[in-house]
């Protein structure tokens, strides 16, 4: 099994749940997300009524009510069925499996695990996304691949030399070091001098700092200094959260924020990390999945670089979670 | 295994089979259908060379012969080769594999099994097919699921409340039973009282009786009486069968008959059905084989409603017949 | 297993690797070609770098080295990482899998095993490829079948009858005779008489040789006789090597070649040679490589005739030799 259950995945951004329910494959599971009418707080459920397999969305939703669009049994925002146009009795049996759900930060988390969820404190925070003080833009992109490959991905920047030229290209490269803290795994690039990217005609030096935490949440936090004697420095915090859909599909989460007052528009930050994640990571990511043909990463021996110190020590942390879940399931 | 071989199925309209052959896949076996010249009899036969395994409909028809268009060994309808061009010797082993054909009732059934088939009284009759007192209308769906599925929701037709407004809708509220009587499943649905679903704007009592035969036939027989002084009553009969194609996809065969002088064209008829067949079931229960992910029903647990009592006697009648078969063919 | 590995399969026609790089499959392994830029030898490794597996051919070519675009890491042509973007050290175990390669007669040929290659007397020759005093046409066409099913197509040129009216048609009707010798397998097609083929009013006899050679070459030597007083008499030879992309889908390469000073321009003897080989026999391949639903060969009891001798023949080498290599392996 590649997926750890017993955690908190985000399924959705705020903001991509307003009046219209929406569908999302978590961990192979379709839930239907939506927003209850008077509290706005977020419903998850199973997008199968327990009856005869229909999607509920496929039904019609009745105040925070789903009607099923088969047979027509209606269920509330619990899951408890609570009418069935054909008879009075209601089976006590017919409930929706519905999802403990946590929305802070801007963001929707879903405990996929069939215990008592891990309480709030688990979820890596996101205060950024908040901030008055700051501009944050949110983006959403399916790739087909293994979400660990992804996590490679992001707990190694070195690819940015030849992936991202907006984000430095050759001139990226950086010292790396990794460790785990915490339960956390940190990776961070040093890079002492590169071109300004930012825009002026000077020197910056860059500390990236990516945080993993389980099953599948990066926070990157960037921090800039202006190589002349203004020394002005400043901090980029992004967040990189994977949500498998599948083995082979993942929703990649991400976020970047800028001061209130940067003159970068939002349209223009998300254009250019859409052509970073959508145009620049994804195809090649897809790539690797492609030439991987179905095996496991440490069955094929790749050759391990310094750089990949923390997505090693990302993946055997994860794994260890995994092997103790199964263990505890045996 | 979930298919009866030893049945009688389905394979074609009458009408389907004109000069052209046809070629359709049952129960996983690429069939080809046609007519003799004089006699119109219909063949059937599995739809590749006993030599090298290419489709002989890609070939060509000689008479009533079918030549292979790869290495040309000719076959007579039953199956016999009678012609190989490089050769004065036939090999004897040069066989097709035949199935028994009988045509009646507009319908073309072929048996599956390997042994000698069941005698034709094993066929469910549908007489008002060629009734001339009738006009009948005849259709064919590709439904992409088990076929299952597709009898489920024939034997509960509560559904109609929620997919068929045409025919009830909201009103559709019947008293459901079901019994088993001489191998068949019956299924009645009894309304009280509905709006006139034929044009007046008085009120009629309904009862659809579905009667289920081995392997998947349904015979649908819909009696109507309008509650006002006349007490006008007639009854509309349809057929609804179901041809496995494969695990995952059947062939669904439909009719549906008025009276000869009904105000109704064939056209509209049509046109209503292929609503209610195409636009209104065929997604819900493709949706439904989506959602269950390729579980066997019982091993997702559903929730069963009184409605369900006639699509359960007919699960377990089914499984019944084929597990007996699998008994003996062990 | 259906390949035989330690085997030498052709990759590419010559002219196919110009200054682009080629990225072929085979065997189930995705390679990539290309041309030394002084010596124009022809390089041949698995497009998939040891590092994270990212095709190289998604990198960048640096002289004759390949620059991976994921981690930017550079192998020269022999498979050795040469260069490392962000440290001095290479790592020794960075070796890209290279394949042994023998270019001759305008083809391309690699060594798939993992030993040492055969010499390259092991590959058949086709000097008339390269024979000036003829004119010689090349093509290739991806077919989604089993070799094997190519091979007895080829193997048995009865098929001529029914799927070629240019090379013959129902005119085409030979003895055919098939034997092993010295390791290839001979199958002699004779024809005593048919109308000339190649535009007189009069009539021919032509003998047609297919040679194979293990694992998936065959050598059609075509000999024409005019059966008038001139008794002009000529030979056209041609190359119909398989190479399997996977077990579904095979690169077959074909050639022929005519005079120097025939009347018949290259673009005419393509176009017939792509009728032939793309719209006559690929459909009919693909349609048995369908019929035949995963099974092997053998296991559907084939009916089969005297021209089957040849692939017969062919199929019991192939297989004593794979599982001589099982053996050997085990």
């Known amino acids: 099994m590649t997926y750890l259950r017993n955690a908190w995945y985000m399924a959705a951004w705020s903001d991509e749940l307003g009046d219209q329910p929406l569908v999302r ?11 209850k009418q008077e509290t706005r707080d977020v419903v998850a459920f199973l997008d199968r009524c327990p009856h005869r397999f229909a999607p509920l969305s496929l039904g019609r939703r009745i105040g925070d009510d789903f009607q099923c669009g088969y047979h027509g049994l209606r269920f509330n925002s619990e899951g408890q069925c609570v009418y069935n146009h054909f008879a009075k009795a209601i089976p006590s049996a017919a409930k929706l499996r519905t999802f403990p759900v946590i929305e802070q930060d801007h963001m929707v988390w ?3 695990g ?7 404190e688990a979820i890596p925070r996101f205060p950024f996304h908040t901030d008055p003080a700051l ?16 996590s490679d991905n992001l707990m190694d920047l070195t690819h940015t030399a030849f992936l991202h030229p907006e984000f430095g290209g050759e001139h990226y490269v950086p010292k790396c070091r990794a460790w785990e803290e915490h339960g956390s795994i940190y990776a961070d690039h040093l890079i002492a001098s590169m071109p300004d990217i930012f825009g002026s005609s000077g020197s910056i030096t860059e500390t990236d700092r990516m ?9 990157l936090e960037s921090h800039v200094t202006m190589l002349d004697e203004s020394r002005f420095s400043f901090t980029i915090p992004s967040a990189h959260v994977l949500t498998p ?16 007052d940067s003159p970068l528009s939002n349209e223009d930050l998300v254009a250019g990390l859409r052509r970073a994640f959508d145009v620049q990571d994804k195809p090649m990511i897809e ?10 990463l440490w069955d094929l021996s790749p050759v391990m670089l310094p750089p990949d110190a923390g997505s090693v020590l990302v993946r055997r942390a994860l794994q260890k979670l995994i092997d103790a879940e199964a263990a505890a399931t045996a």
Do not use: K, N
């Open 25 to 35: 494959t978590v961990l192979e599971m379709p839930l239907l997300l939506y927003r």
């Open 245 to 260: 859909e599948s083995q082979t599909a993942t929703h990649y989460f991400w976020s970047s924020a800028v001061d209130r």
């Open 211 to 219: 945080r993993w935490t389980a099953p599948s949440t990066h926070l």
């Open 287 to 296: 790539a690797v999945q492609q030439r991987m043909q179905g095996h496991e």
């Open 110 to 112: 879903v405990w996929t």
């Open 135 to 150: 501009r944050c833009v949110f983006g959403t992109t399916l790739t087909r691949a293994d979400y660990r490959l992804i």
């Open 114 to 120: 069939t215990g008592a969820p891990a309480s709030r």
